[in-house]
């Protein structure tokens, strides 16, 4: 005979991780009541309306593995750091502590690893800086969003944009404003510029956020439907932040 129990742990897994995903991701709030109140379908909905082609399914497949088997993988790491402290064994399992919160514990073996040639080590780098920017300690993160310029092209990623935020939280509002600006392409940097309009707004500039914010969402909507399919996000993120301008304007 099947083993019911089984599939209760794994719809209980699912729908533990799409609502995970849902918070995450700030998805609209009827999703929370159809994962809630019918776990099995409502998960399966939630999936096939976000999880659409062959990488997504496999990011799912990682995170469902990350939730049920946690401090399996920790425990795993931290073997392998224990059998052979490489800095790539020590790198994995600082990621590991980092997803999990565990901050401290990250930096630590980070910065054990911070030393000689891997002194300016890129990959080091960045992880140190999002430990920190983690931690808000933008001082130390302003210290490797420096270091990092030099010996690695930031671009679009998370690097940049932390760099950014640490920059105007230590008072250098004008220096964050010039790295937002160089990630403020059309067709690209979605993610970056959706910061890029907080910025503004937090720095009383609501009219050009605005500006920035619609400007994306033509972008998006003059995509062809698998661009479009692929920056749902995008347009959800967008219209949040219009939304809350609006709001926040309202007599």
């Not at 019911?4 to 709030?29: E, R, V």
């Not at 073996?109 to 300690?137: F, I, M, Q, T, W």
């Not at 030099?150 to 008072?171: E, Q, T």
């Not at 399919?229 to 304007?249: D, F, H, P, T």
Request: proline letters at 3%; aromatic letters at 14%; a positive charge.
């Amino acid at each position: 005979m099947p083993n019911f129990a089984n599939y209760y742990y794994i719809i209980i897994a699912l729908q533990a991780f799409c609502l995970y995903h849902a918070y995450k991701n700030h998805t609209q709030q009827k999703w929370y009541w159809i994962i809630l109140f019918v776990p099995a379908i409502g998960s399966l909905l939630y999936l096939y309306e976000n999880f659409y082609n062959r990488r997504n399914i496999d990011s799912l497949a990682e995170g469902v593995k990350g939730l049920v088997f946690s401090n399996y993988e920790v425990g795993k790491l931290e073997k392998e750091v224990k059998f052979s402290p490489t800095l790539t064994n020590k790198i994995n399992l600082g990621n590991a502590y980092t997803e999990r919160g565990r901050y401290d514990e990250a930096l630590a073996l980070y910065a054990s690893c911070e030393k000689g040639y891997n002194e300016d080590n890129p990959e080091l780098l960045h992880r140190l800086l999002k430990v920190y920017y983690l931690k808000k300690d933008y001082e130390k993160v302003v210290g490797y969003g420096k270091k990092l310029e030099p010996v690695k092209k930031l671009g679009d990623s998370d690097d940049k944009v932390a760099y950014a935020w640490a920059l105007h939280r230590i008072g250098e509002t004008e220096k964050a404003e010039a790295k937002f600006k160089e990630l403020d392409s059309r067709f690209a940097n979605y993610l970056a510029r959706l910061e890029y309009a907080r910025f503004m707004i937090e720095t009383g500039r609501s009219a050009p956020a605005k500006t920035l914010l619609n400007n994306i969402l033509e972008e998006c909507d003059s995509m062809d439907r698998y661009e479009k399919s692929s920056k749902k996000w995008v347009v959800r993120e967008a219209k949040r932040i219009l939304q809350g301008i609006k709001s926040y304007n309202m007599p």
